[in-house]
């Protein structure tokens, strides 16, 4: 018998050419008819010619962009140069938010070929270049940049080696830099654009001991270290190690200097002074770049247990910091033209933060939907449409709560496919779980979660709110208490502290309840069902014209609440609790709250 000889597989050695339209969502939503129009035009004008003047073909196209192959290096940079050129050329007029402009990335590498596609590292490096160029810019590999320095007429900036995402080794990187008048000018500045400090990048620098009583240093360093831990845990954070910076200790320190040396965004820099029994912590966090102050804290404790101490201080900074730092981005984010998955991220937690009402939420999912468009598995977005999702259905904010809870937990589960470790994750899929009729299942989730970082006071909280759930109203509080010494500063504060008020009214302690309720609404005021059962609570006490305009509150915030959407949201079949909210729907309609 005759061996069948095995199909050849054709490879050869190409120059890959990958280009995409920088913020092609935005555009397509602001105005999809123009955006295509004018994206047609400039490829079949524009690009296509070029393309093929320089002896490349396109291999396909991409919805907002194309990958071409040439047969050398050259060719390929020359072809980009006056694409990129050109279009800008044609484009100057339009106003900078409407502007189409293309990045891309060039490598060079043994492919795969196939008709009308080509496959390998060599093409997945070119994709992951282009994501790095800037609009208008060409970003090319050290492989690419061998071959053509000194025979393209454009200088290149010297990036240094770079991780790019599912490339397994570090690739050098070279980005052009245009108008060769002013070279050195525009090398560095390309060097330092596309090298910009990561988001959420810091350093902890050496903590100060005022004192200068050397027994104290141990307590000193060892807050330093422990915060250096810590914030490493936030999400997305880049956290310079301890050992870089504890060879800033005892220098005179120019704060904008250090963040250029170490390309961070931001300094965290502190002191530690005692004083007979007591002692006191000094925190402040700086821009690195501009130098002003965004926050600042003071801790004065009692001295019990130093390290009892140390563990509650750290632990109230890096939650505190969580939020100062999201906010900062956020407010970095709202001014870019062409705002990346995690800058969308970050203005969709600011929306979150305002308060849960359904304008709020609807413009977070908003934000977390866009980022998700441009990165289908950032984890973030996906925690944060989880967290909008049950957030809306469990707070009765929606009509649909069965098809939110369920949307819920699909983007948790992935979001924890993808990161096995994040905590948020864990925890907000635990809440997902308490809200439908799982509540030992979800306790374990956020016990899980705490495992995962035990400072994560949100999941102390969402123990605390599941307990009602199984029948122990009377153990919520406490829970909140741990998630509020853990973050006494937290955005979550509010809806900690409604939990309460909800158990203290499901357990008949009404006069408890305003207080917690009043406690909640004062640190923010933007959360309808807390003013619904507060009305629930004062209409018990007998404050019939209080608890009304409570509910008139709510209904300013959320139309749609009703006695209804309420009893339509189960959430346990524990006899104690379901016995227990009769109470509460009881007191809602004494104040008014319509049946719906």
Known sequence: MVQERPVRVERRLSAILAADVAGYSRLMHNDEEATHAKLTALLADVVVPTIAEYGGRIVKNTGDGFLAEFPSAVEAVRSAVQFQARTKE??????????????????????????????????????????????????????????????????????????????DRPVRTYVVAWDGRSAPIQVERARLGLLSSPRLSMVVLPFVNLGGNPEQDYFVDGVTESLTTDLSRISSSFVIGRHTAFTYKGKALDLKQIGRELNVRYVLEGSVQRSGNRLRVNVQLIDAKTGNHLWAERFDKQIADLFDMQDEIVSRLANTLNAQLIAAEARRSEHSLHPSALDLYFQGMARWNKGVTPAHMTQARSFFERALELDPDNVEALVGIGAVDVTSAGFLLADNPDALFAAAEAALNKAVSLAPQH????????????????????????????????????????????????????????????????????????????????SKLLLGADAEAVV?????????????????????????????????????????????????????????????????????????????????
């Open 90 to 167: 044609l484009t100057r007029a339009e106003a900078e938010g409407e502007r189409i402009a293309f990045r891309v990335g060039i490598n060079i590498g043994d492919v795969i070929v196939e008709p009308h596609d080509i496959f390998g590292d060599g093409v997945n490096i070119a994709a992951r270049l282009e994501s790095m160029a800037d609009p208008g810019g060409i970003c090319i590999s050290a492989s690419a940049h061998d071959q053509v320095q000194g025979k393209v007429g454009v200088e290149f900036a010297d990036l240094g080696e770079q991780n790019l995402k599912n490339i």
């Open 423 to 502: 905590a948020l994750a864990h925890a907000f899929l635990g809440s997902v779980l308490w809200c439908t009729k799982r509540a030992m299942e979800g306790i374990a989730e956020c016990e899980h979660a705490l495992a995962l970082n035990p400072n994560l006071a949100e999941a102390h909280a969402f123990i605390g709110c599941a307990q009602p759930f199984i029948g122990r109203a009377e153990e919520t509080e406490a829970h909140v208490h741990k998630a509020m010494r853990l973050s006494p500063r937290d955005e979550g504060t509010h809806r900690w502290m409604s939990w309460v008020g909800f």
């Open 516 to 596: 917690w309720f009043r406690r909640g609404l004062n640190s923010n005021p933007n959360n309808p069902i807390a003013h619904l059962n507060l009305a629930a609570a004062l209409a018990h006490l007998g404050k019939l014209d209080e608890a009304r305009a409570c509910t008139n509150k709510a209904l300013a915030l959320s139309p749609t609440l009703t006695i209804r959407r309420l009893k339509g949201v189960p959430f346990s079949d524990d006899p104690t609790f379901r016995e227990q909210t009769r109470r509460v729907i009881q007191g809602m309609r004494l104040a008014g709250v319509p049946e719906g």
